[in-house]
């Protein structure tokens, strides 16, 4: 009877799992959730894996510097590793996300097994790895598996509240865990470690608070490790990075990429499967909102608040109460410096969209704005929508200790319903799933197999006009080039600093009436071959073949654009220009 009630458990846990998988979409040698962050971040892979096992820069872009990635370095260098033994890029970036993946379902179920049986655990598991705030960001690359692993960051914390350890073996393992658990969220993604810091740093507290039998051994060891494993993590990630601070955006950024009220209630239009076919969706688009699509796309979170809310109200203890506090605090750092609802664009700014909300625009102001200007870590935290992953984690968390009371009944319901209301539309999400893959094929084809054709092995290489290039990350390692440009800005920014200046004199995104003379001299010393790409090195990466739905410019209308330019070059004598269907090629003559 025991090995069938584990079996059980195992074939309920499996299925979930499978769930997942399906809701993602990611499976090795057949579908990948997304192109064009997955060509960036396979870029640095195949860069490291180049450099050796024990190489964690990208030497083949973003020269003449070693190029750290910011963020995703655990996503990153697995798929090194599956590509040094010869996967393609595209599959191995799948298989880490499968990886990540069945950590995440591992730890959110340990998670909900510190209160439920292991089969309503697994479901409580899928629930939240199916939340949209999970698998639509999926373009946002390792984000996606940050908000994944939220619940496992928390493991080790949750664990010495709720079962505290007995044995030195016990002790050290969840120490190690705790130490791992924060080193893997810093690299991983910035605004998750956040979270992870926030959240634990008030749930200890709470334990605290609630706990005054356990207190002084959360004094003594759990207030301690706590600490430590956090400045381990920023100190790890400063000495791989070179620093923690970035530019500091304006408050007409966290303006833009505060959620609006409307958009946590109503979902958008082609998200939800289920809310399109009753119709309880509406459209929206950057003409009319503010910020990104990843704002409004992401961040439905109606079940998830019902049945949270309701969980609140019916257990009432103080571990509760403080579990309340997380989320309503990260709700309030969610709306960003001031309360939207419904808030549109107006029909005069329509026409030349722009992410950012003036302030003249918003409603009232929340006060948050104190804590994004001054405060380290938050001043980075741009989007500030995102905060609702820490809402959610609380909200799931309180829906759990909600259905381990004895009076709970029909428990497996209450999950189950917020996991159908959250499902995209299958056959849409794996279309474009397949799709990225058939792309990726595509453009290996189209782009990769043509620059081969044309660029010498290692010779340093410029692709003009630069800018955010993130599908230079892709091809540079593939075609065994040092390239100047990098994806990412981040990246970019700290890549430029070292550019010759010969280089740094080129505006970024322009053709100027100096371009040419520019392109000689930079010929001269500083660069073997200049490039001048007919598609869009940023947007070619997220879409190709490029197409009238997406937002840049096609190769035929960039070659005509181009095209003064490119004659002017030719006509300089001591300048070879190479015709392309897709590029131009410019070299100095020998």
Not at 19 to 46: D, N, R
Not at 77 to 84: E, N
Not at 96 to 124: E, M, Q
């Amino acid at each position: 009877m025991i090995l069938d009630v584990r079996w059980r458990n195992r074939l309920i846990a499996l299925g979930c799992f499978a769930i997942v998988l399906g809701v993602h979409a990611a499976l090795p040698f057949l579908a990948m959730p997304t192109l064009g962050q997955a060509l960036w971040t396979t870029g640095f892979s195949a860069s490291f894996v180049r450099g050796g096992l024990l190489n964690l820069y990208a030497h083949d872009f973003g020269i003449p510097t070693p190029a750290p990635i910011v963020f995703g370095l655990p996503g990153a260098y697995p798929a090194g590793l599956a590509i040094g033994a010869g996967m393609h890029p595209g599959d191995a970036y799948a298989l880490v996300l499968c990886l990540w993946l069945a950590v995440a379902f591992w730890g959110a179920a340990r998670v909900a097994k510190l209160w439920l049986p292991a089969p309503l655990a697994s479901l409580a598991a899928a629930t939240w790895l199916t939340l949209p705030l999970v698998w639509n960001h999926a373009h946002y690359s390792m984000l996606s598996m940050g908000f994944a692993l939220l619940p496992t960051y928390h493991l080790a914390l949750l664990t010495l509240l709720r079962r505290p350890p007995v044995t030195r073996r016990q002790t050290v393992g969840l120490a190690v865990g705790y130490a791992l658990a924060a080193s893997v969220a810093v690299f991983m993604d910035g605004y998750t470690f956040v979270f992870f810091a926030v959240g634990a740093s008030a749930l200890l507290a709470a334990g605290l608070w609630t706990q005054p039998d356990q207190r002084r051994a959360l004094l003594r060891f759990g207030l301690p490790l706590h600490a430590l494993s956090l400045a381990l993590a920023v100190g790890l990630y400063r000495a791989y990075v070179g620093h923690t601070t970035f530019y500091q955006e304006p408050m007409e950024a966290f303006r833009g990429w505060g959620v609006d009220l409307r958009f946590l209630v109503l979902p958008s239009r082609g998200t939800h499967w289920l809310a399109d076919a009753v119709g309880l969706s509406e459209p929206r688009s950057t003409l009319e909102q503010f910020g990104d699509a990843s704002v409004w796309q992401t961040s439905f979170l109606l079940p998830l608040l019902l049945a949270g809310g309701w969980a609140a109200w019916r257990t009432r203890a103080r571990f509760t109460l403080a579990v309340v506090a997380v989320a309503l605090f990260a709700g309030w750092m969610a709306l960003g410096p001031s309360v939207k609802y419904h808030h549109l664009r107006p029909l005069a700014l329509q026409a030349a969209p722009n992410p950012l909300m003036p302030a003249e625009l918003a409603g009232p102001r929340t006060g948050t704005s104190l804590l994004s200007k001054h405060l380290p870590g938050f001043k980075n935290m741009r989007a500030s929508y995102r905060w609702l992953g820490l809402t959610a984690l609380a909200l799931w968390l309180l829906v759990i200790v909600w259905l381990a009371q004895p009076g709970a009944r029909r428990r497996w319901l209450v999950l189950l319903g917020i996991l159908l209301l959250n499902l995209p539309n299958p056959l849409a999400k794996w279309r474009a799933a397949l799709d990225y893959r058939t792309n990726l094929r595509q453009l290996d084809g189209d782009v990769l197999a043509d620059l081969r054709q044309t660029l010498v092995p290692r010779e340093r290489v410029a692709f003009l006009p630069f800018g955010n290039d993130f599908l230079i990350n892709y091809l540079a390692p593939q075609l065994d080039i040092r390239a100047y440009n990098i994806g990412g800005d981040k990246n970019l920014a700290q890549a430029r600093l070292a550019w010759p200046a010969t280089l740094q004199a080129f505006p970024m995104l322009q053709v100027d009436a100096d371009f040419v003379p520019r392109v000689h001299a930079l010929l001269q010393h500083d660069a073997d071959a200049v490039v001048l790409p007919y598609f869009d090195l940023l947007w070619a990466a997220h879409h190709w073949p490029c197409g009238e739905q997406h937002l840049a410019k096609c190769p035929p209308q960039i070659a005509a654009d181009l095209a003064p330019t490119v004659r002017a070059l030719a006509a300089l004598p001591d300048l070879k220009v190479t015709l392309r269907p897709r590029y131009a090629l410019v070299r100095k003559l020998r």
